[in-house]
């Protein structure tokens, strides 16, 4: 009976072992994958960026938004 333990203990540590070899394996294959692709299709255009002292425009005052306040009454 501790013989047999000792082989499914073994089976499944191996088969454990196999399966992280595997995906390891996949990860690795799907990252070259990836930079194969990168490589093949070049550098993209920079993006356009607004150049650092841009201001957003004004708001129209058909934009804002009207807020009424009330007073609270303190005591509670």
Do not use: C
Request: charged letters at 15%; a positive charge.
């Amino acid at each position: 009976m501790p013989v047999l333990r000792v082989l499914m203990a073994g089976a499944i540590a191996l088969f454990a072992l196999v399966a992280t070899l595997f995906a390891a394996m996949l990860v690795f294959v799907t990252g070259l994958a990836a930079l194969i692709v990168q490589a093949v299709r070049g550098k993209r255009p920079p993006v356009a960026r607004a150049r650092p002292g841009a201001r957003p425009s004004a708001v129209r005052p058909e934009g804002a938004i009207d807020v009424v306040a009330t007073q609270v009454p303190e005591d509670r």
